[in-house]
């Protein structure tokens, strides 16, 4: 976790006016995500195989590797409890807590582990900000087992975001009685102090505390460093060199916003250059819109870049440079620009360009910021950074081809710069070139295939280019609904699947549907058809009922209905209820006349009733449509 913290802290910290809440929220979430596996239990050697690789993968942060593995167990065992709480772990670590808590739902109260899911579930609740929820949660949890500290941690904490002071004061007694060095509770207790007195300075006791009862507890230092920052900023700075020297080279964002502050600018540029040189955040989440991330992604590609092409300046250019970029950070832009100003030649200098697009842009004066990076691109067309500050800028004014062109420079320039795809995709879609916007998307899903916005966007492509089948399982992914699209345009999709032998996939893939929306009776029709053929009636039995219901219930998918009423018919009849049957393919004669299987069916059923002038008549009704069976059974019966 050494960098857990390090957003949370950049973006407040580093310009001198940081709320001790923010670091204490960011803190908490870090333990929320903290995973955590369950007991062993036994399991057959396949099964075990398989969750060991979901584990270690997820354990690593390879989400989408472990989901491959959870997915496969899931083929092989759908009834292994343990498979669902790792889905879920996966998705609250992904932040959709919805689909996470959909997860747990599948596991049984009677699961010899069901603390451990209850407590997970008042995570994924607490990081929802679910309070209420994880808060009975959690209460659930301590009264089943009162040893398990975390427990009053998070109702304290709770409460405190509530403003429920005394309960919060309450429980983290209650922790120290449980434990009475739990530094946890201890510095949520000088966090507290500070809520009530309105004054940083109020926690230093109980943070000086939780330092002398472990001294490599980095928060405690953290907090206590924040606390010291405004009216003691060397004392801070004193406290951040032994964070740093512990190993947190995320507080070189505190230590740098301070050094700034002391306008000391080279070790503030050694900091920061340290720092994002260090952290390596993920261009895959850049959203193209001033985010945290977006303004920290911009960062990381400024001190490549600065620190490539600096040396060969002069020594005043250089220290010039230094300063900018460290104004930049702490988002002092127009102490920024001033120093740029200072150049020898601004205009001649594609570093001093880019930083002060860089600085426009993060003030929202976009229509000059663009201008910068189109200059700097003109003096230094390297710069992959700028193509892409420029290619959103030109997507937001309208000009896609303009825009396609710097993602797909970004590509030529980095290969690896996989953003690029998601960025030309949603231009591409733009264009309506649905397929070439696709293919972007596929690309960038060998990179990035949790985020959701991937699946929204593909899917939106896949449905406009009449893919509907795929457009369905993108839909299924981001949990949408998949009633918005065509039904029978997906029975074609679905078709061309079984023409061409896929058989395991489409049943794969309809069993998918169903169980993501109750309601949608062609995944159910792509399977009663499939089971059907197989003479897998036992499978039929289990979801015609429900079948009936999502046809009856939706208006737009009228047409399955009768088609399901044969199907409940054609069961009964097997049972030896033919008048039930009789009843049911009656209704759905009356509602669809032009049903060739009914009229089979029903015939059938008056042929074993020895009530034959019906029988020849639904049969010979059904051979005008083009039935073969109903025509062999007249050939063979009724022509004697």
């Known amino acids: 976790m050494r960098f857990a913290f390090t957003l949370c802290l950049l973006f407040g910290l580093v310009s001198g006016s940081y709320s001790q809440q923010a670091f204490i929220e960011s803190w908490i979430k870090g333990k929320l995500l903290e995973f955590r596996s369950l007991p062993a239990r036994p399991h057959s050697p396949q099964v075990q195989s398989l969750l060991d690789e979901a584990v270690r993968s997820i354990k690593n942060g390879r989400f989408s590797e472990g989901m491959k593995h959870l997915g496969q167990l899931l083929k092989v065992d759908s009834t292994v409890e343990e498979t669902y709480f790792y889905r879920a772990v996966v998705a609250k670590n992904i932040r959709q807590y919805s689909w996470a808590v959909d997860n747990l739902r599948y596991i049984p109260r009677e699961f010899e582990f069901n603390t451990l899911v209850e407590i997970e579930s ?13 808060a009975a949660e959690f209460r659930n949890v301590f009264e089943q087992d009162s040893s ?7 109702l304290g904490y709770i409460a405190l975001n509530l403003n429920e002071f005394d309960s919060a004061g309450l429980y983290f007694d209650k922790c120290l ?6 530094v946890d509770a201890i510095i ?15 926690g230093i006791p109980s943070y000086d505390n939780a330092v002398r009862l472990d001294s490599t507890f980095l928060p405690a230092r953290i907090l206590l460093a924040n606390a010291t920052m405004e009216d003691q900023p060397r004392l801070s700075i004193v406290q951040l060199d032994k964070i740093i020297a512990m190993g947190m080279e995320g507080a070189r964002s505190i230590r740098g916003g301070l050094y700034v502050r002391l306008e000391d600018y080279e070790l503030a ?15 895959s989440k850049f959203m193209g819109f001033q985010t945290a991330l977006d303004l920290a992604l911009d960062y990381q590609y400024a001190v490549q870049y600065l620190t490539k092409h600096i040396y060969g300046l002069s020594e005043n250019d250089r220290t010039i440079l230094k300063k900018a970029f460290c104004l930049l950070v702490v988002r002092d832009y127009g102490k920024c620009l001033s120093a740029l100003n200072e150049l020898s030649n601004i205009e001649e200098s594609a570093a001093g360009l880019y930083l002060r697009g860089l600085a426009r842009d993060h003030s929202k004066e976009f229509e000059i910021a663009w201008k910068d990076f189109d200059q700097a691109l003109k003096l230094d067309s390297s710069i992959v950074d700028a193509h892409k500050k420029r290619g959103v800028y030109r997507s937001n004014r309208g000009q896609l081809d303009a825009s396609a062109e710097d993602f797909s420079a970004m590509l030529r320039l980095d290969p690896n710069a996989f953003v690029a795809y998601n960025l030309r995709g949603v231009v591409r879609y733009r264009q309506k070139e649905y397929q070439l916007a696709i293919e972007d998307f596929n690309r960038y899903m060998k990179y990035d295939s949790l985020d959701s916005r991937l699946y929204f966007n593909r899917g939106e492509c896949y449905r406009l280019n009449n893919q509907h089948l795929l457009a369905g399982l993108d839909y299924v992914a981001i949990r949408r609904s998949i009633r918005d699209l065509d039904g029978d345009k997906i029975l074609q999709d679905f078709d061309q699947l079984l023409i061409h032998g896929d058989t395991a996939k489409a049943e794969y893939y309809a069993a998918l549907f169903v169980s993501s929306e109750k309601n949608f009776p062609s995944g159910y029709k792509v399977l009663i058809n499939i089971w059907k053929k197989q003479g897998k009636w036992d499978r039929i039995e289990k979801i015609i009922d429900v079948a009936l219901k999502s046809a009856h219930d939706s208006y737009s998918w009228q047409p399955s209905y009768p088609y399901f009423l044969i ?3 054609m069961i009964l009849n097997r049972t030896g209820k033919s008048l039930e049957a009789l009843a049911d393919l009656d209704k759905a004669i009356s509602l669809d006349t032009s049903t060739s299987l009914g009229f089979l069916e029903r015939g059938k059923i008056y042929m074993s009733l020895k009530r034959d002038r019906e029988s020849k008549r639904d049969l010979t009704k059904a051979a005008k449509m083009g039935n073969q069976e109903a025509s062999k059974i007249l050939k063979e019966t009724f022509s004697k």
């Open 188 to 202: 949520l207790k000088g966090a507290l102090e500070e809520v009530r007195r309105k004054d940083i300075r109020a």
């Open 177 to 182: 009685h449980i434990k009475h060095d739990y």
């Open 269 to 283: 540029w050694t900091d920061f250059r340290t720092l994002f040189t260090l952290s390596k955040l993920d261009d």
């Open 148 to 154: 398990i500290v975390l427990a009053p941690l998070m």
């Open 567 to 569: 199907i409940h018919g």
């Open 122 to 134: 008042a995570k994924i609740n607490l990081l929802d900000k679910r309070y209420r929820k994880a």
